[in-house]
């Protein structure tokens, strides 16, 4: 819910407990209803699953010392980094994929269904990935609905400045929430080379700077 990653102004909140949004594929298991998608819309998730399947682990491009500190990938989804294995995870919590009015939102997670706005469909592959990861981690339930942020929030969106999280129910108490889940990917992502260090980083830093403990 909650700005859900990339946009969202938080207005649209009180209809949802959690906003989040959904979507998957998977030629050989689950099955989602995509039905209330279009054509294209269908295709465009379809192929942000290929992408996400084709990031697999392959050889560490960082220190070890540093990837040891770091990574909390396998603690958190309890199997090591794999694209695959991460599709599988996202399409068991996310059934149903709608089309609609999101608000500020790019995307909403709500009793299995993920409904996805306008946004989601212009957003590049990795970011629909981020949005879905989010998104269905909402469905492991309110334990991982969000927080408000405090007041004096200062970082930037990295997606769209005009959205202030700064005492909207942006952001996570609990390390393994959808923003903590996010930056784990995140830095797999840097650490295995399929992102600059420095895209990798500031990605990261950015989901984890709504990770905000007590
Ligand atoms: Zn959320």
């Known amino acids: 819910m909650a700005d859900s990653k990339p946009h969202s102004k938080f207005n649209v909140q009180k209809l949802f407990l959690f906003g989040c949004l959904i979507f998957f594929f998977e030629p050989n298991s689950v099955h989602s209803d995509e039905s209330k998608l279009t054509a294209k819309q269908s295709k465009t998730l379809k ?3 290929l992408y996400l399947e084709s990031l697999e682990p392959k050889k560490i491009r960082i220190d070890k010392s540093t990837y040891n500190r770091h990574s909390q990938f396998e603690s958190f989804f309890k199997f090591p980094f794999s694209g695959k294995k991460i599709s599988r995870w996202i399409q068991s919590r996310i059934k149903k994929y709608n089309f609609g009015a999101t608000g500020d939102y790019v995307a909403m997670y709500r ?5 996805l706005g306008r946004g989601f469909f212009t957003l590049n592959r990795l970011d629909r990935v981020l949005v879905l990861l989010h998104e269905a981690r909402h469905a492991d339930g309110k334990m991982y609905g969000h927080v408000l942020c405090p007041d004096d929030f200062p970082y930037l969106n990295t997606r769209d400045w005009k959205i202030h999280p700064a005492g909207k129910k942006g952001c996570d108490s609990v390390p393994d929430g959808g923003y903590g889940i996010t930056a784990s990917f995140l830095f797999e992502l840097g650490a295995y080379g399929y992102l600059s260090q420095t895209e990798a980083a500031y990605r990261y830093n950015s ?3 709504r990770v905000i403990r007590d």
């Open 207 to 209: 989901e984890i700077s």
């Open 111 to 115: 009793e299995g269904e993920v409904l």
């Open 47 to 49: 192929e942000t699953f």
